[in-house]
């Protein structure tokens, strides 16, 4: 069973830092793509970074670009998100999602395309 599990959440005061973890199961990294998302009440589920170790390429969207790094631990079968700078507008349920291969350009912030799907960690920035 393929399976994604996030942690790491919790709250951070705005200009803190954070790092997520996604454990991933029953598949090998190394031939997937492994994205972020958040949802933050009452707004779409939105991408916010992309690792594909198969091709060496990394994605973030423009509103956390400079701010995150995302890596992954291929001996952990782990994706990492280190964000720095938080700010409140990055608030949100952090999703972890999978999916082989690595959608085309853009395409990779599109979570229809994604059919692993972790149950997701609290990111809240607040002072």
């Known amino acids: 069973q393929l399976q994604v599990v996030e942690s790491g959440g919790g709250l951070v005061p705005p200009g803190g830092s954070l790092r997520l973890s996604c454990a991933a199961s029953?598949?090998?990294?190394?031939?997937?793509?492994i994205a972020w998302f958040r949802q933050a009440p009452g707004k779409e589920r939105e991408g916010v970074s992309c690792?594909?170790?198969?091709?060496?390429?990394?994605y973030h969207s423009d509103s956390v670009k400079g701010r995150t790094t995302i890596s992954a631990d291929s001996a952990k079968n782990t994706v990492y998100l280190q964000m720095h700078s938080l700010k409140p507008g990055d608030t949100g349920v952090y999703y972890c999602?999978?999916?082989?291969?690595?959608?085309?350009?853009?395409?990779?912030?599109?979570?229809?395309?994604?059919?692993?799907w972790g149950q997701g960690t609290q990111v809240t920035v607040s002072s």
């Open positions: 029953g598949f090998t990294l190394d031939y997937y793509a």
């Open positions: 999602a999978a999916v082989s291969p690595r959608p085309y350009g853009d395409a990779w912030k599109l979570a229809s395309l994604y059919d692993v």
């Open positions: 690792i594909s170790i198969y091709d060496g390429g990394s």
